[in-house]
Protein backbone atom coordinates (compact mmCIF):
# COMPACT_ATOMS: atom_id res chain seq x y z
CA UNK A 1 0.00 0.00 0.00
CA UNK A 2 2.88 2.58 1.19
CA UNK A 3 6.42 2.22 -0.76
CA UNK A 4 8.88 4.63 0.17
CA UNK A 5 12.41 4.35 -1.75
CA UNK A 6 15.40 6.20 -1.51
CA UNK A 7 13.82 9.00 1.14
CA UNK A 8 16.03 12.36 1.83
CA UNK A 9 14.77 15.33 3.60
CA UNK A 10 16.53 18.27 5.37
CA UNK A 11 16.22 20.78 7.50
CA UNK A 12 17.88 23.63 6.12
CA UNK A 13 21.63 22.34 5.38
CA UNK A 14 21.00 19.61 7.89
CA UNK A 15 20.68 16.38 6.08
CA UNK A 16 18.27 14.45 8.25
CA UNK A 17 16.83 11.43 6.49
CA UNK A 18 19.64 9.75 4.35
CA UNK A 19 18.00 6.94 1.71
CA UNK A 20 15.23 6.06 3.80
CA UNK A 21 13.23 3.12 2.40
CA UNK A 22 10.39 0.39 3.88
CA UNK A 23 6.84 -0.76 3.18
CA UNK A 24 3.44 -0.96 4.70
CA UNK A 25 1.05 -3.90 3.51
CA UNK A 26 -2.86 -3.72 3.65
CA UNK A 27 -4.28 -4.29 7.18
CA UNK A 28 -0.55 -4.16 8.39
CA UNK A 29 0.59 -2.09 11.60
CA UNK A 30 4.42 -1.54 10.94
CA UNK A 31 6.30 0.26 13.75
CA UNK A 32 8.89 2.76 13.20
CA UNK A 33 11.79 2.45 16.39
CA UNK A 34 14.67 4.32 17.23
CA UNK A 35 15.79 6.84 19.58
CA UNK A 36 14.95 10.37 19.63
CA UNK A 37 16.60 12.70 17.00
CA UNK A 38 16.95 9.58 14.24
CA UNK A 39 14.62 11.12 12.17
CA UNK A 40 11.69 9.34 12.88
CA UNK A 41 8.76 11.99 13.08
CA UNK A 42 10.37 13.73 9.90
CA UNK A 43 9.79 10.38 7.84
CA UNK A 44 6.25 11.11 8.62
CA UNK A 45 6.24 14.37 7.84
CA UNK A 46 8.10 13.92 4.41
CA UNK A 47 5.63 11.06 3.76
CA UNK A 48 2.82 14.02 4.44
CA UNK A 49 4.03 16.70 2.51
CA UNK A 50 5.19 18.62 5.74
CA UNK A 51 8.87 18.49 5.01
CA UNK A 52 9.85 18.18 0.94
CA UNK A 53 10.76 14.83 0.33
CA UNK A 54 13.87 13.74 -2.20
CA UNK A 55 12.64 10.30 -3.66
CA UNK A 56 10.02 8.35 -4.02
CA UNK A 57 6.52 7.89 -1.94
CA UNK A 58 4.49 5.63 -3.55
CA UNK A 59 0.50 4.66 -2.10
CA UNK A 60 -1.88 2.82 -3.67
CA UNK A 61 0.90 2.92 -7.04
CA UNK A 62 0.44 6.84 -7.37
CA UNK A 63 3.45 9.01 -6.71
CA UNK A 64 2.93 11.50 -3.77
CA UNK A 65 6.06 13.04 -3.67
CA UNK A 66 5.74 16.76 -4.59
CA UNK A 67 2.54 17.12 -3.95
CA UNK A 68 0.94 19.25 -1.03
CA UNK A 69 -0.11 17.69 2.63
CA UNK A 70 -4.28 18.86 1.82
CA UNK A 71 -4.06 16.84 -1.11
CA UNK A 72 -2.31 13.58 0.46
CA UNK A 73 -4.62 13.83 3.07
CA UNK A 74 -7.55 13.15 0.60
CA UNK A 75 -5.61 10.21 -1.90
CA UNK A 76 -6.29 8.66 2.05
CA UNK A 77 -3.96 8.83 4.48
CA UNK A 78 -4.01 10.41 7.66
CA UNK A 79 -2.08 11.65 10.65
CA UNK A 80 -1.91 11.97 14.07
CA UNK A 81 1.21 14.38 15.11
CA UNK A 82 2.78 13.99 18.08
CA UNK A 83 1.59 16.74 19.54
CA UNK A 84 -2.18 16.25 18.89
CA UNK A 85 -3.11 19.45 17.76
CA UNK A 86 -6.67 19.23 18.82
CA UNK A 87 -9.05 22.27 18.59
CA UNK A 88 -9.09 23.83 21.71
CA UNK A 89 -11.85 26.25 21.63
CA UNK A 90 -14.39 23.28 20.63
CA UNK A 91 -15.87 20.31 22.45
CA UNK A 92 -15.05 16.63 22.37
CA UNK A 93 -17.94 16.12 19.95
CA UNK A 94 -17.08 19.39 18.07
CA UNK A 95 -13.56 18.30 17.33
CA UNK A 96 -14.79 14.46 16.16
CA UNK A 97 -17.62 16.33 13.90
CA UNK A 98 -14.67 18.24 12.39
CA UNK A 99 -13.23 15.09 10.78
CA UNK A 100 -16.36 13.67 9.35
CA UNK A 101 -16.07 12.69 5.91
CA UNK A 102 -18.63 14.15 3.59
CA UNK A 103 -21.63 12.97 3.08
CA UNK A 104 -22.08 9.71 0.81
CA UNK A 105 -18.36 9.21 0.87
CA UNK A 106 -17.19 5.01 2.03
CA UNK A 107 -17.62 5.55 6.09
CA UNK A 108 -15.99 2.90 8.09
CA UNK A 109 -15.51 4.90 11.19
CA UNK A 110 -18.13 6.96 13.37
CA UNK A 111 -18.41 8.78 16.36
CA UNK A 112 -20.47 6.00 17.81
CA UNK A 113 -17.15 4.05 17.37
CA UNK A 114 -14.58 6.61 18.77
CA UNK A 115 -16.75 6.75 21.96
CA UNK A 116 -17.32 2.54 21.90
CA UNK A 117 -13.45 2.24 21.91
CA UNK A 118 -12.88 5.19 23.83
CA UNK A 119 -15.90 5.83 26.46
CA UNK A 120 -14.43 8.15 28.15
CA UNK A 121 -14.33 10.60 25.47
CA UNK A 122 -18.49 10.35 25.09
CA UNK A 123 -18.49 11.37 28.92
CA UNK A 124 -16.79 14.07 28.12
CA UNK A 125 -18.33 14.59 25.02
CA UNK A 126 -19.67 18.66 25.86
CA UNK A 127 -16.02 19.49 27.37
CA UNK A 128 -14.00 21.55 25.17
CA UNK A 129 -10.55 19.86 24.42
CA UNK A 130 -8.15 22.33 25.91
CA UNK A 131 -9.76 20.84 29.14
CA UNK A 132 -9.10 17.17 28.56
CA UNK A 133 -6.26 15.45 30.07
CA UNK A 134 -3.64 14.63 27.94
CA UNK A 135 -4.36 11.01 28.27
CA UNK A 136 -7.86 12.04 26.74
CA UNK A 137 -6.71 14.82 23.72
CA UNK A 138 -4.74 11.76 22.68
CA UNK A 139 -7.58 9.85 21.78
CA UNK A 140 -9.59 12.14 20.71
CA UNK A 141 -6.78 13.05 18.05
CA UNK A 142 -6.74 9.41 16.92
CA UNK A 143 -10.20 8.89 16.44
CA UNK A 144 -10.63 12.46 14.78
CA UNK A 145 -8.46 11.53 12.39
CA UNK A 146 -10.06 8.12 12.14
CA UNK A 147 -13.07 10.39 11.09
CA UNK A 148 -11.78 10.87 7.80
CA UNK A 149 -11.87 7.16 6.68
CA UNK A 150 -8.52 7.10 5.70
CA UNK A 151 -6.74 3.87 4.08
CA UNK A 152 -3.61 4.71 5.92
CA UNK A 153 -3.27 6.08 8.65
CA UNK A 154 0.11 7.43 10.25
CA UNK A 155 0.30 7.86 14.24
CA UNK A 156 3.51 9.78 15.87
CA UNK A 157 4.37 8.69 19.61
CA UNK A 158 0.79 7.66 20.51
CA UNK A 159 1.94 6.57 23.97
CA UNK A 160 4.11 9.46 25.11
CA UNK A 161 3.13 10.96 28.80
CA UNK A 162 -0.19 8.33 29.14
CA UNK A 163 -0.80 6.20 32.42
CA UNK A 164 -0.48 2.20 31.50
CA UNK A 165 -4.37 1.72 31.79
CA UNK A 166 -4.66 4.41 28.90
CA UNK A 167 -1.45 2.93 26.48
CA UNK A 168 -3.18 -0.88 26.56
CA UNK A 169 -6.84 1.30 25.17
CA UNK A 170 -4.10 3.01 22.73
CA UNK A 171 -3.00 -0.88 21.63
CA UNK A 172 -6.29 -2.22 21.49
CA UNK A 173 -7.79 0.87 19.28
CA UNK A 174 -4.46 0.08 16.71
CA UNK A 175 -5.52 -3.59 16.47
CA UNK A 176 -9.06 -2.64 15.76
CA UNK A 177 -7.91 0.09 13.17
CA UNK A 178 -5.60 -2.74 11.85
CA UNK A 179 -8.63 -5.20 11.76
CA UNK A 180 -10.92 -2.82 9.66
CA UNK A 181 -8.33 -3.24 6.85
CA UNK A 182 -6.94 0.12 7.69
CA UNK A 183 -3.03 0.26 7.49
CA UNK A 184 -0.93 1.71 10.30
CA UNK A 185 2.40 3.39 10.26
CA UNK A 186 3.36 3.82 14.19
CA UNK A 187 5.97 5.66 15.38
CA UNK A 188 6.73 4.57 18.90
CA UNK A 189 9.52 4.66 21.53
CA UNK A 190 7.65 2.25 23.96
CA UNK A 191 8.97 -1.60 22.96
CA UNK A 192 6.37 -2.75 24.87
CA UNK A 193 3.33 -1.34 22.74
CA UNK A 194 5.54 -1.91 19.50
CA UNK A 195 5.88 -5.24 20.27
CA UNK A 196 2.34 -6.57 20.75
CA UNK A 197 0.72 -4.55 18.18
CA UNK A 198 3.24 -4.48 15.39
CA UNK A 199 3.63 -7.19 12.25
CA UNK A 200 6.57 -5.65 11.23
CA UNK A 201 9.24 -3.39 12.75
CA UNK A 202 11.70 -0.81 11.10
CA UNK A 203 14.44 0.32 13.40
CA UNK A 204 15.90 3.77 12.53
CA UNK A 205 19.85 5.37 13.25
CA UNK A 206 21.38 8.16 11.58
CA UNK A 207 18.30 9.05 9.46
CA UNK A 208 18.39 5.25 7.90
CA UNK A 209 16.67 2.10 8.55
CA UNK A 210 19.15 -0.08 10.14
CA UNK A 211 17.22 -2.80 11.22
CA UNK A 212 14.01 -4.72 9.50
CA UNK A 213 11.68 -7.97 10.46
CA UNK A 214 9.12 -9.01 12.99
CA UNK A 215 9.19 -8.25 16.65
CA UNK A 216 10.24 -11.94 17.29
CA UNK A 217 13.25 -11.30 15.02
CA UNK A 218 13.86 -8.07 16.98
CA UNK A 219 13.88 -9.89 20.45
CA UNK A 220 16.63 -11.84 19.45
CA UNK A 221 18.35 -9.64 17.84
CA UNK A 222 20.04 -8.24 21.24
CA UNK A 223 22.76 -6.61 19.11
CA UNK A 224 21.02 -4.17 17.58
CA UNK A 225 18.34 -3.35 20.41
CA UNK A 226 21.44 -2.50 22.31
CA UNK A 227 22.81 -0.17 19.68
CA UNK A 228 20.35 1.66 18.51
CA UNK A 229 17.03 1.70 20.87
CA UNK A 230 18.11 0.57 24.63
CA UNK A 231 19.31 3.66 26.73
Known sequence: MLEVENLHAYYGKSHILQGVEFKVGE?????????????RSTTCKSIMGLVPPRGSVRFKGEELAGLSAHKIARKGIGYVPEDRLV??????????????????????WSIDDAYRLFP??????????????GGEQQMLSMCR???????????????????????EQVGDFLLEVAASGVSILLVEQKLSIAMRVSHRVYVMGHGQIVFEGT?????DDAAIRKEWLEV
Open 27 to 39: GEIVSLLGRNGVG
Open 87 to 108: FSGLTTRENLEMGVQKAGADVR
Open 120 to 133: RLSERAEVKADLLS
Open 145 to 167: TMMGNPSLVMIDEPTEGLAPQIV
Open 215 to 219: PKDLE
